[in-house]
């Protein structure tokens, strides 16, 4: 049986970090709450030229790169990203033009911070119907453009980049071996953020007219009421840390494995003591659960595609390792992965 296989990784980071102690003068806040609360100790912010769909451009290259795989061998492009520079044309399409993949057809899907999962098992579909496609799944987001930076209670939590994979056919065992996706549309309330397009207006600044990041300069509003982030933080982490739980146990009972199985858990960065709780659940050691949240926060759907990318360029993934990967979004939408890598 033919199952999609990650055959080069590839991410793409904004320059400008944003630590704790800057966000202290933006609002009031501290490191000790935010490292205390989320493990994240900065976050990058786009700047000129950092669009979504650059940042997903350069991280498809760089996947590309290492798969030895030419723009022009890709048949379809899936963005996963809820921040797209325009509604219309896709982000997807975007990075088609930028990479030059004339011969894909490309879309976005949006599915939060789940959008890059949902996007694998799309292409492992594929894949098993045409298993000689290469295809590129990206996650990708500026959420910079959506926070609110006067609530401290969301913009300490997010940031932007893209990690992107490019997926093609193994029949040697490796690959997805089982997945497990949902949805509740009943949620949708408690992690929302309505409305227009995501542009950071840094991204089109000339770089001496950008200067530094200056929260005022994205159009804070004066009311609290633009189409920003919102989120009942404490709801959404309970009902993160059950659904993720229960899809987790449902894709190891498909795989046949268990917790202990796992060689690594490479999961979306939302909040470190979810994954801690994931990992002590499972019987998975904390080593063993890939983390960045700290360097780069909450990216939404990039955060799965960049913890894979780093955790592969950093030589941590072998052959055949067991690989379990899991995320949970606005939607709500969740699901988990197993790979055989
Ligand atoms: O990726 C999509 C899915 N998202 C998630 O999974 C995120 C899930 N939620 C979380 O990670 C956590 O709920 C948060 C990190 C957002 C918040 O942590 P918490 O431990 O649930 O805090 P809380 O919302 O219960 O707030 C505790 C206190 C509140 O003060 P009072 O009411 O107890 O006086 C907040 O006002 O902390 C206060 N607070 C802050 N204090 C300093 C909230 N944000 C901040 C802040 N700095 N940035």
Same mark, same amino acid.
């Given at each position: 049986?033919?199952?999609?296989?990650?055959?080069?990784?590839?991410?793409?980071?904004?320059?400008?970090?944003?630590?704790?102690?800057?966000?202290?003068?933006?609002?009031?806040?501290?490191?000790?709450?935010?490292?205390?609360?989320?493990?994240?100790?900065?976050?990058?912010?786009?700047?000129?030229?950092?669009?979504?769909?650059?940042?997903?451009?350069?991280?498809?290259?760089?996947?590309?790169?290492?798969?030895?795989?030419?723009?022009?061998?890709?048949?379809?492009?899936?963005?996963?990203?809820?921040?797209?520079?325009?509604?219309?044309?896709?982000?997807?399409?975007?990075?088609?033009?930028?990479?030059?993949?004339?011969?894909?057809?490309?879309?976005?899907?949006?599915?939060?911070?789940?959008?890059?999962?949902?996007?694998?098992?799309?292409?492992?579909?594929?894949?098993?119907?045409?298993?000689?496609?290469?295809?590129?799944?990206? /996650? !990708?987001?500026?959420?910079? #453009?959506?926070?609110?930076? *006067?609530?401290?209670?969301?913009?300490? $939590? +997010?940031? &932007? %980049?893209? /990690? !992107?994979?490019?997926?093609? #056919?193994?029949?040697?065992? *490796?690959?997805?071996?089982?997945?497990? $996706? +949902?949805? &509740? %549309?009943?949620?949708?309330?408690?992690?929302?953020?309505?409305?227009?397009?995501?542009?950071?207006?840094?991204?089109?600044?000339?770089?001496?007219?950008?200067?530094?990041?200056?929260?005022?300069?994205?159009?804070?509003?004066?009311?609290?009421?633009?189409?920003?982030?919102?989120?009942?933080?404490?709801?959404?982490?309970?009902?993160?840390?059950?659904?993720?739980?229960?899809?987790?146990?449902?894709?190891?009972?498909?795989?046949?494995?268990?917790?202990?199985?796992?060689?690594?858990?490479?999961?979306?960065?939302?909040?470190?003591?979810?994954?801690?709780?994931?990992?002590?659940?499972?019987?998975?050691?904390?080593?063993?659960?890939?983390?960045?949240?700290?360097?780069?926060?909450?990216?939404?759907?990039?955060?799965?595609?960049?913890?894979?990318?780093?955790?592969?360029?950093?030589?941590?993934?072998?052959?055949?390792?067991?690989?379990?990967?899991?995320?949970?979004?606005?939607?709500?939408?969740?699901?988990?992965?197993?790979?055989?890598?």
């Amino acid at each position: 049986m033919f199952r999609a296989v990650i055959e080069g990784t590839g991410s793409c980071l904004p320059e400008y970090k944003l630590t704790n102690d800057k966000l202290e003068k933006l609002v009031e806040t501290s490191d000790e709450w935010i490292t205390s609360r989320t493990g994240i100790g900065c976050r990058r912010i786009a700047g000129p030229g950092e669009g979504t769909s650059k940042l997903s451009a350069e991280a498809a290259r760089r996947a590309m790169d290492m798969a030895g795989v030419a723009a022009e061998d890709i048949s379809m492009i899936i963005v996963g990203t809820i921040t797209s520079e325009m509604t219309m044309p896709s982000c997807a399409c975007m990075v088609q033009k930028e990479i030059g993949a004339v011969n894909a057809y490309a879309f976005d899907i949006s599915a939060a911070c789940s959008g890059f999962i949902y996007g694998l098992e799309l292409a492992d579909k594929m894949i098993k119907a045409e298993p000689e496609k290469k295809i590129l799944v990206i /996650g !990708a987001e500026n959420l910079s #453009a959506r926070v609110n930076w *006067r609530d401290r209670n969301t913009c300490v $939590l +997010f940031g &932007d %980049g893209a /990690g !992107a994979a490019v997926i093609g #056919a193994d029949e040697s065992g *490796r690959g997805l071996l089982a997945s497990k $996706l +949902f949805s &509740d %549309g009943r949620l949708g309330d408690l992690l929302y953020m309505d409305s227009a397009p995501s542009m950071n207006p840094y991204i089109n600044m000339d770089p001496a007219e950008a200067g530094d990041f200056d929260p005022a300069r994205l159009g804070c509003p004066l009311d609290d009421e633009g189409s920003y982030i919102k989120m009942a933080g404490r709801e959404v982490f309970k009902n993160a840390v059950l659904a993720m739980e229960n899809s987790v146990d449902q894709v190891l009972d498909e795989a046949g494995v268990s917790g202990r199985d796992i060689d690594w858990i490479i999961p979306h960065q939302a909040n470190i003591r979810i994954l801690h709780n994931l990992g002590e659940r499972l019987g998975v050691p904390q080593e063993k659960i890939f983390i960045n949240i700290h360097k780069y926060g909450n990216t939404s759907a990039a955060t799965v595609p960049i913890a894979f990318d780093e955790a592969n360029r950093g030589g941590l993934l072998k052959s055949g390792d067991l690989i379990l990967t899991c995320a949970f979004g606005g939607g709500f939408t969740w699901g988990a992965e197993i790979i055989r890598w």
